[in-house]
């Protein structure tokens, strides 16, 4: 599986911005995705995760509220819709891929490249 992250770029604090996560090849409809990001300085953490059908959806409580993590299972794309963007959320952004069906307490198995996120204050 080959993802490719885009969508990220410069945005105000308040403002909106989504990005996309696509597969490449072989197919991630039957399993869990997920975002991530890592600020600089610190330790990549989780944001978002979506089950295979979209069914079951889970946030950070930095992010609750805030954040829309969606599928399109036909496009194999998982969206990140990122609202009322705050400073603290300029970050790299990682999809990731687990070879589950559901979110587990593993790591992803395959991980997109990044896209850089930088909420202006």
């Known amino acids: 599986v080959q993802l490719q992250a885009c969508g990220g770029g410069l945005v105000q604090a308040g403002g909106s911005l989504r990005v996309s996560c696509v597969s490449s090849?072989?197919?991630?409809?039957?399993?869990?995705v997920g975002w991530f990001r890592q600020a600089p300085g610190k330790e990549r953490e989780f944001v978002a995760a979506i089950s295979w059908n979209g069914g079951i959806t889970t946030y950070a409580d930095s992010v609750k509220g805030r954040f829309t993590i969606s599928r399109e299972r036909a496009k194999n794309t998982v969206n990140l819709q990122m609202n009322s963007l705050k400073p603290e959320d300029t970050a790299v952004y990682y999809c990731?891929?687990?070879?589950?069906?559901?979110?587990?307490?593993?790591?992803?198995?395959?991980w997109g490249q990044g896209t850089l996120v930088t909420v202006s204050s």
């Open positions: 990731g891929v687990w070879l589950s069906s559901y979110r587990s307490t593993n790591s992803p198995r395959y």
């Open positions: 090849g072989r197919t991630f409809s039957n399993n869990a």
